[in-house]
């Protein structure tokens, strides 16, 4: 069983920051690619940012040059630093894994998701 655990969502003001964390835990071979989805209210859910374990990272266009993704691969945890927030950027970001568990499945994991508001 693998389990991920997002966290540092809260409310903040437009134009303030925000650094959330997803740590992955459980049977756990190895991690693939890592990344962060939100989905604002009435909306379908969308893709935010990925990183590799190798660190090669992808953004959406909406976040570019305001967020910054980031990974630990040792502690199986990524990061995601917001900046410049907006009152678009409002959502429940999720953090999703492409895992290989310990009896080598290969699966898309997901965590509960953790709410970003931000405020005009």
């Known amino acids: 069983q693998v389990q991920l655990v997002e966290s540092g969502g809260g409310l903040v003001q437009a134009g303030g920051s925000l650094r959330l964390s997803c740590a992955a835990s459980?049977?756990?071979?190895?991690?693939?690619?890592m990344a962060w989805f939100r989905q604002a209210p009435g909306k379908q859910r969308e893709f935010v940012t990925s990183?590799?374990?190798?660190?090669?990272?992808n953004y959406a266009d909406s976040v570019k040059g305001r967020f910054t993704i980031s990974r630990d691969n040792a502690k199986k945890t990524i990061y995601l630093q917001m900046n410049s927030l907006k009152p678009e950027d409002t959502a429940v970001y999720y953090c999703n894994a492409a895992v290989i568990s310990t009896t080598r499945a290969q699966f898309s994991a997901w965590g509960q998701g953790t709410q970003v508001t931000v405020s005009s």
């Open positions: 990183i590799t374990s190798a660190g090669s990272t």
């Open positions: 459980g049977s756990i071979f190895s991690i693939n690619t």
